[in-house]
């Protein structure tokens, strides 16, 4: 037997070759829904739709195709396979690792962290599947993709996912003043405000403000540094940073 017999498994290179195409729109369509989301910033961008766009794709593939070497070509069955239904096990796995998945997600601050993560595991359970399954030449190709994607994505990021949030905290004595400062500001660091709090301190009169802001490049010590020197009213302030 060769290696190419190997890979093929049941199925011929035809079939294969189909399916590695449908993973590739499952790529393409999962990418396209992603960088909609990441437009309006949201947390899961086009890495995350893509990884399970594709992972789904791969799920159905191996729920309807996976189990040909179960059945004899003679219509007949192996010892102890008659009605059996090999595909429910393939559910429950997709199910479960769900949970596995969500262990890794976290919010902290206004931040979601993780969902790319939760995702790749939930897809390395499908590629599980299809190498347990004989499908050995969809489980490989599954598996490049994922990694070239997160390894380019990583390297080269695109588009929306490439924007950073800051958050900002800020203990100042004039809070009108500030207001029209930190307005203009943000406008020279072409930030956008995704969340905003106010509070006055009745006793010494300071304000506190609680921003996220979101922008292509984070927010830097230098250029923090340089709005406070130009700020006297400012009396304390903090940034934490983390690119998506």
């Avoid at 070509?73 to 396979?81: E, L």
Wanted: proline share 2%; aromatic share 8%.
């Amino acid at each position: 037997m060769s290696l190419g017999d190997v890979l093929l498994g049941d199925l011929s290179l035809k079939m294969n070759l189909d399916f590695c195409l449908r993973l590739l729109l499952a790529c393409f369509c999962g990418a396209a829904i992603g960088v909609e989301r990441s437009k309006h910033f949201k947390e899961a961008g086009v890495r995350t739709h893509l990884i399970v766009c594709v992972g789904a794709a791969l799920a159905m593939v191996v729920s309807k195709y996976g189990f040909a070497d179960l059945y004899l070509p003679d219509q007949g069955t192996f010892p102890g396979t008659r009605d059996a239904d090999p595909a429910r096990i393939a559910a429950q796995v997709i199910s479960g690792i769900s949970f596995l998945g969500a262990g890794v997600i976290f919010k902290r601050e206004g931040l979601v962290r993780g969902l790319t993560t939760a995702a790749g595991i939930w897809v390395t359970a499908a590629i599980g599947l299809a190498v347990g399954a004989g499908m050995l030449m969809i489980g490989v190709f599954s598996t490049s993709v994922v990694c070239l994607v997160q390894i380019l994505m990583h390297k080269y990021i695109l588009g929306p996912d490439a924007y950073a949030t800051n958050q900002l905290h800020f203990t100042v004595k004039n809070g009108y003043e500030f207001n029209h400062a930190l307005t203009e500001q943000l406008e020279r660091w072409d930030g956008t405000v995704l969340d905003s709090a106010f509070s006055r301190n009745q006793e010494d009169g300071t304000t506190d403000y609680d921003l996220t802001v979101r922008r292509r490049k984070e927010i830097s010590y230098a250029e923090m540094k340089e709005f406070i020197a130009q700020h006297e009213e400012i009396i304390s302030c903090t940034n934490s940073s983390a690119k998506k």
